[in-house]
């Protein structure tokens, strides 16, 4: 029987604290739709704020609050969006942008770094005077940090010149800030000067901050007032959010300082997978909390049979291909957990290494 549980399938698998669960028992609350309730309104000013923007939404995902950003800023059906071709948006929310929004994606490639090329980002911007052909250009999305390339950093200095582009050209640039705090952790820059060349931000609440639910938007005055309608559109109006926002509002508080604790246990946990024979791991590509973790070419290893022996062990990952695992680091997560997880993790490797005995 499994006795102990180290869970690092994601940075979303956090339970509330007491201090959260007594904040939501105790949270004062009204209609939201209505726009009454208070703990939500004390949240939203309070995102944006630290955000340097106007105001800010409660939105129940980050899937709908990034999608709610892009149709605002493409009202017109059949406006285009460039964004990264490994980018969350593209990646992993159903097209959305595109069933729901009615806007077309025109991908750039994603970088290493999780940045695309500047040059090629101005080369695909379709000037909507220029054909009765194309879609027209309406919007540029970055993601910060960049999931796909390990948890990856894009600097405000970079962020600042895809704005420079997007306002030469009459475009909004709008920043999937998933994890913006990571980043701004681990840049060691305000947020708010992270997204500063930023129309609209979205931030999830329930990854490296470790609240329940929720996301917030944030951008201009008049930008929210369109995403409150389109909010309601989806079914995200929802009625007594201060529930929810209370929890947010300790998560802020609370566990915002622990990001840096969170990096470094990840590069902790990242040097000592570097050092098993078969096991690859690019620690100086390593930012914030995530690491890919790849099988070498010719080793015994696959990606399943690591998740299975550490499975049995109480510790859970998710493969992301045959020979890839990520795994991601958050609050709850303790040094003696990563400890652990390398011990666990030498012996199955050791175990799938051996010689087939005859």
């Known amino acids: ?43 939203e000013e309070e995102m944006a704020k630290m955000m340097g923007k106007e105001a800010a939404l409660f939105v129940p995902s980050g899937t709908m609050g990034n999608l709610i950003c892009v149709m ?7 406006s285009e969006v460039i964004l990264g071709d490994t980018c969350h948006i593209h990646v992993y929310e159903n097209g959305g942008i595109s069933t729901i929004g009615g806007v077309h994606p025109k991908t750039i490639r994603n970088e290493e770094d999780g940045t695309m090329d500047l040059v090629a980002i101005e080369a695909a911007i379709r000037d909507p005077k220029g054909s009765t052909f194309y879609p027209s250009t309406r919007l540029i999305c970055l993601e910060n940090t960049h999931a796909n390339s390990g948890g990856r950093c894009l600097s405000a200095e970079y962020t600042d010149r895809v704005g420079e582009i997007a306002k030469r050209h009459g475009l909004k640039l709008h920043v999937d800030g998933a994890r913006i705090f990571n980043a701004s952790i681990a840049l060691d820059v305000p947020v708010h000067r992270l997204v500063k060349a930023a129309d609209s931000v979205s931030v999830c609440l329930s990854k490296g901050l470790g609240a329940p639910i929720g996301s917030v938007i944030v951008g201009s005055q008049s930008f929210i007032e369109k995403a409150k309608t389109l909010r309601k559109t989806l079914g995200g ?20 300082p622990k990001l840096q604790s969170d990096h470094k246990k990840t590069k902790l946990l990242a040097e000592g997978l570097n050092k098993m024979k078969g096991i690859r791991v690019n620690v100086a590509a390593m930012e914030t909390n995530m690491i890919f973790m790849d099988m070498e070419d010719g080793s015994r290893l696959t990606a399943e049979k690591l998740r299975k022996s550490l499975t049995e062990h109480g510790i859970l990952v998710i493969p992301e291909n045959s020979s890839r695992i990520r795994m991601v680091i958050h609050h709850q997560i303790t040094t003696s957990d990563v400890h652990y997880t390398l011990s666990c993790l030498q012996q199955a490797v050791q175990t799938i290494q051996e010689p087939c005995q005859n």
């Open 237 to 256: 109006g929802m009625r007594q959010i201060g529930v929810l926002c209370a929890a947010a509002l300790v998560a802020l508080q609370e566990n915002l």
């Open 1 to 43: 029987m499994v006795m102990r549980i180290v869970d690092l399938r994601s940075d979303t698998v956090t339970r509330p604290t007491d201090a959260m669960r007594e904040a939501m028992a105790s949270a004062e609350v009204d209609d939201d739709v209505l726009g009454y309730d208070p703990t939500a309104r004390r949240l």
């Open 72 to 78: 605002v800023h493409c009202d017109v059906r059949g």
